[in-house]
């Protein structure tokens, strides 16, 4: 079984070629973060469980749309509370 380190390199592995280079960087909509969320929590499952099983469609979609809304409720306060941004620039500073 993978550490958590190795969890999140593997995730992060896997979902990184699916992200724009910071110099195409674009707002990303809710039905494509939702997606994103959801192949995590797939991942995040079969890692925890050893197999691949899910939920229930509805299910996992309705907790995906929580969690992406609670996402990006966060970053909106962190904008408009600290003045930070979350994008691409910040997203490739944190991976250095």
Do not use: C, N
Not at 66 to 84: D, Q, S, T
């Amino acid at each position: 079984m993978l550490q958590r380190p190795t969890f999140i390199l593997a995730a992060a592995s896997l979902l990184l070629p699916l992200l724009p280079a910071p110099a195409h960087a674009r707002d990303v909509g809710i039905e494509e973060r939702v997606a994103g969320q959801l192949a995590l929590d797939d991942l995040y499952r079969s890692w925890q469980t050893g197999s691949p099983a899910k939920l229930e469609d509805d299910d996992r979609r309705a907790i995906a749309e929580r969690k992406v809304a609670r996402a990006v409720a966060l970053a909106a306060a962190l904008e408009r509370e600290r003045g930070v941004r979350i994008d691409a620039d910040l997203a490739d500073r944190e991976l250095r």
